[in-house]
């Protein structure tokens, strides 16, 4: 009985269930119909009282629909993007697709309506640009389009992104990463936390804070950049110490290996086989350990330049041609390098005749103490024994004097040591090279000099000669001369038309075309009484010890006290005595007297020179003749005879012929004589063969 009753009882709720389903849909299609008619406010009464009855798809739809559109009073976003997305949900479970009135509800039509809203939000969203209604949309709207979805996630993004740029500090960047990490803003962030703790950690810019960077932060992007800034401070203050401790710890640091060339640029300067083998012993681990050994054996050989017919090359010390006679100029080797000269272009060249920095210049200057100035694109620069720059750029660099360049940068002028350290700020309009300590300048129109160590003396003078080794100089006020000290104090007063500096600290004092002798000590030694010839040198009127007064065509000696030691009228005409003889004229011919005067070679030359290495060249009618201190004839020739060196003399005839000052017969058939800092003669005979001679 009671089964039959429970039977009865499903039978009847079926029933119900279907009447009620019936008369939803039937409602459903009366706010459908309505909504086809844009009847709002009917269709929305009707689709909310069906959907609070029962949640189902197709009322979420219709208000989604309703809400969506700005034609009625009921538009609003919010409400259409929470309805479409019921829709959306409701449909997923029975997926029944029906048509009211028009309006076909399937996963199509829902999916095109999300979109449709999400649009319009996004739309609205991105004039407003706020924070805060970004992550309301996403929320609402995670049904919409991928693109919609990324394009509200990056402005969102970019918005939270720009907020941590402003903060700068790499633990909101950490967060924002943590935070974001779908973001397409990630890896930029992730760049700039690189950034930021590299800046954090370096912002003294100080050795130990790069260190101290690099120790914590092995993977950072910037770790080249901080071991490029520890090099660089390491360089600029030429820190061996600092240099050494980097190649030590940071081998595989880019600038690994520039680091060990500048440890031994600034270690070794002579290039001398005792620095070379030092260096080599300090420093074991050298990477370019063969090269040093090849420098070494390099130093050993000696190469002299060699000039034929108009180009040049290197021969050694048994005349063979070791680098090829092809440049149009070249230097002596320093260092190991020479500068050569070739169709414009100025580079070095080792004693491989190789390039050994494969660097092009249009002017070059020699290697001193491991550095050497080299011009390019008109800018100057220092160069290292490696071809690292080592400087910065200048309009003009002299060349080295008195240890010191002088170099012109924006106008102005200043001085460098010769390890490449700016020593005299540039601010001159004119700066000489530097000679005793000393250097003239010129300041607003006025010259000056500076000291080497920077003790400046104000420009008060119109010209200043070089400083001598007395530390005396020349001063010009107007249109006269006087002399100063190192000090500026006016040692000879300014009112004389010229003055001419000689050996001993002398000067000769010229004053209306007469002449007289002033001591840099502070006195005259004589009187301004004398004949002045312009056109002699300094030498002509005194050696030191010696003054020359000239009057009226005659001559005279005195010492530096004012005794006479040869007076007026003795001989025509007198030089210094040298190799203890005195040539002097008598009567327009020469001969020697000694010191006391007493003749030891007769007066009967045409001609004849000082004795220079016991050796005199006269003149007797048509022959040339070379004697001894004793008048004794050692070498004659109808040819003239040239002193070409310390100990050798050209004779110059139908064939060239080189005697020593024995008058021994050396060479003959000579084609060329080249002089090397007066210690060897390269000859070159005209059969081609080259000799040297070392003087």
């Not at 260190?211 to 520890?230: D, Q, R, T």
Request: proline share 2%; glycine share 4%.
């Amino acid at each position: 009985m009671n089964f039959i009753k429970n039977i009865i009882k499903s039978i009847l709720i079926l029933a119900c269930s279907f009447t009620f389903c019936n008369l939803n849909a039937s409602n459903i299609e009366k706010g459908f119909k309505a909504l086809s008619v844009f009847d709002y406010f009917k269709a929305k009464k009707i689709f909310n009282n069906n959907f609070q009855k029962k949640q189902n798809p197709y009322s979420a739809f219709g208000l989604a629909t309703i809400y969506s559109r700005n034609n009625n009073p009921f538009y609003n976003l919010d409400s259409a993007s929470k309805y479409i997305t019921l829709s959306f949900n409701l449909f997923a479970i029975k997926k029944e697709v029906k048509e009211f009135s028009g309006f076909k509800i399937d996963s199509s039509s829902i999916i095109h309506l999300v979109d449709t809203i999400a649009t319009k939000a996004f739309d609205k969203i991105v004039k407003d640009n706020i924070l805060i209604k970004y992550n309301n949309f996403l929320r609402q709207n995670y049904l919409a389009n991928k693109k919609t979805l990324t394009d509200a996630i990056y402005l969102r993004d970019e918005i939270e992104y720009n907020e941590v740029l402003g903060l700068n500090d790499s633990k909101q960047t950490k967060e924002f990463v943590i935070t974001h990490p779908q973001s397409l803003f990630v890896q930029e962030a992730l760049l700039l936390i690189d950034r930021q703790v590299f800046d954090e950690y370096t912002k003294d810019n100080s050795a130990a804070s790069y260190i101290n960077f690099i120790k914590n932060n092995p993977e950072n992007v910037l770790l080249n950049s901080a071991y490029e800034k520890l090099f660089s401070i390491y360089k600029e203050k030429s820190d061996v110490k600092g240099l050494k401790l980097f190649v030590a710890n940071y081998k595989t640091a880019p600038q690994n290996l520039e680091a060990w060339k500048l440890v031994f640029a600034l270690s070794v300067k002579s290039f001398s086989n005792e620095e070379l083998e030092k260096f080599l012993a300090e420093n074991p681990k050298f990477p370019l350990r063969n090269s040093i050994l090849k420098e070494l054996e390099l130093n050993n050989l000696v190469l002299y330049p060699y000039q034929k017919d108009d180009f040049f090359g290197f021969i050694d010390e048994n005349t063979n041609s070791v680098i090829p006679i092809v440049f149009d100029a070249v230097t002596p080797f320093s260092e190991g390098l020479a500068v050569v000269n070739k169709n414009d272009s100025v580079y070095y060249i080792n004693k491989e005749n190789s390039n050994p920095f494969n660097q092009f210049f249009t002017e070059a200057y020699t290697f001193k103490n491991g550095i050497a100035p080299v011009k390019n694109n008109n800018k100057w620069y220092f160069i290292n024994r490696q071809g690292q720059i080592i400087s910065t750029l200048f309009d003009e660099i002299n060349e080295i004097s008195n240890g010191y360049y002088t170099f012109k940068v924006n106008g102005k002028y200043g001085a460098i040591n010769n390890f490449g350290k700016i020593i005299i700020e540039p601010r001159f309009e004119e700066l000489r090279d530097f000679k005793n300590d000393f250097a003239y300048y010129r300041l607003d129109g006025k010259s000056g000099f500076i000291s080497k160590d920077g003790n400046l003396h104000k420009a008060q003078f119109d010209w200043l000669s070089d400083f001598g080794v007395d530390k005396i100089a020349v001063e010009k006020k107007g249109n006269s001369y006087g002399l100063i000290n190192s000090s500026g104090k006016q040692i000879l007063e300014a009112k004389y038309d010229q003055i001419l500096v000689a050996n001993n600290s002398i000067y000769i004092i010229v004053l209306n075309n007469m002449y007289g002798f002033f001591s840099g000590n502070g006195c005259f030694l004589s009187a301004i009484s004398y004949d002045f010839l312009k056109e002699k040198p300094a030498d002509f009127y005194t050696n030191g010890q010696l003054l020359k007064l000239l009057k009226k065509n005659q001559q005279s000696f005195i010492d530096l006290n004012g005794k006479t030691s040869i007076d007026f009228g003795a001989y025509d005409e007198i030089n210094f005595a040298s190799n203890g003889l005195i040539l002097v004229k008598n009567k327009n011919k020469f001969g020697y007297v000694d010191r006391k005067l007493n003749l030891v070679i007769p007066y009967k030359y045409s001609k004849a020179t000082d004795f220079l290495d016991s050796c005199a060249i006269v003149q007797l009618k048509d022959k040339f003749i070379l004697i001894n201190l004793q008048g004794k004839e050692v070498f004659s020739s109808s040819s003239e005879i040239q002193k070409i060196s310390s100990h050798y003399y050209l004779v110059h005839g139908d064939v060239k012929e080189l005697i020593d000052n024995k008058g021994k017969l050396l060479l003959g058939d000579i084609n060329t004589i080249q002089s090397l800092n007066d210690k060897v003669l390269i000859i070159t005979l005209n059969n081609g063969s080259i000799k040297l001679l070392y003087d």
